[in-house]
T-cell receptor, first 112, second 114 residues
Framework: GENVEQHPSTLSVQEGDSAVIKCTYS??????FPWYKQELGKRPQLIID?????GEKKDQRIAVTLNKTAKHFSLHITETQPEDSAVYFC???????????FGTGTKLQVIP | DTEVTQTPKHLVMGMTNKKSLKCEQH?????MYWYKQKAKKPPELMFV???????INESVPSRFSPECPNSSLLNLHLHALQPEDSALYLC?????????????FGQGTRLTVV
């Protein structure tokens, strides 16, 4: 069936290092790929998104890359800080533009 | 105002109770969503409303009944729930068609069914 696979499930990095989270999706018609950050007990919040007509998008320390041919996209966080510690979810519309399906999540821990 | 407001924040209900969750946004968004999130799991889509009409029901049991009274409000009516329905229920909204624009989530209602 349609799904979004996300790896790794947990990631620990030293403060100042980079973190990379990868997602693959199954629906070749998907054209919008958001990334959400969810801190413990809080709501998911959009941190960056990319549309299928763009290969890369950057916003300060955060960047997302998209490979439509291979059907995967990645989140890159540079110069990580303790406040980046959270669960990160990728998402993609599967089986219809309104059916946004979330990946399984990556728990990122930034060690001071 | 970029807020999606959900009430109540916490709810404990018995299996024979009837309760409602409420969601409100004043951003002019015409798409609104209900998601269910279990601990350490991603949000799972339940319902989508577009222009106050139900456009997607992800095979959700009938004990969950959504309602969109107007473009700013979304309700989720609960009846005869099971303990496994305990979860965080998240409402979200987005501008225009579907979620290929930024979706804003409410803080959620943490539901416990006893």
């Amino acid at each position: 069936g349609e799904n979004v696979e996300q790896h790794p499930s947990t990631l620990s990095v030293q403060e100042g290092d980079s973190a990379v989270i990868k997602c693959t999706y199954s629906d070749s018609a998907s054209n919008y790929f958001p990334w959400y950050k969810q801190e413990l007990g809080k709501r998911p919040q959009l941190i960056i998104d990319i549309r299928s007509n763009v290969g890369e998008k950057k916003d300060q320390r955060i960047a997302v890359t998209l490979n439509k041919t291979a059907k995967h996209f990645s989140l890159h966080i540079t110069e990580t800080q303790p406040e980046d510690s959270a669960v990160y979810f990728c998402a993609a519309p599967l089986g219809g533009y309104q059916k946004v399906t979330f990946g399984t999540g990556t728990k990122l821990q930034v060690i001071p | 105002d970029t807020e999606v407001t959900q009430t109540p924040k916490h709810l404990v209900m018995g299996m024979t109770n009837k309760k409602s969750l409420k969601c409100e946004q004043h951003m002019g968004h015409r798409a609104m969503y209900w998601y269910k999130q279990k601990a350490k799991k991603p949000p799972e889509l339940m319902f989508v409303y577009s222009y106050e009409k139900l456009s997607i029901n992800e095979s959700v049991p009938s004990r969950f009944s959504p309602e969109c009274p107007n473009s700013s409000l979304l309700n989720l009516h609960l009846h005869a729930l099971q303990p496994e329905d305990s979860a965080l229920y998240l409402c979200a909204s987005s501008h225009g068609w579907g979620m290929n624009t930024e979706a804003f989530f409410g803080q959620g209602t943490r539901l416990t069914v006893v």
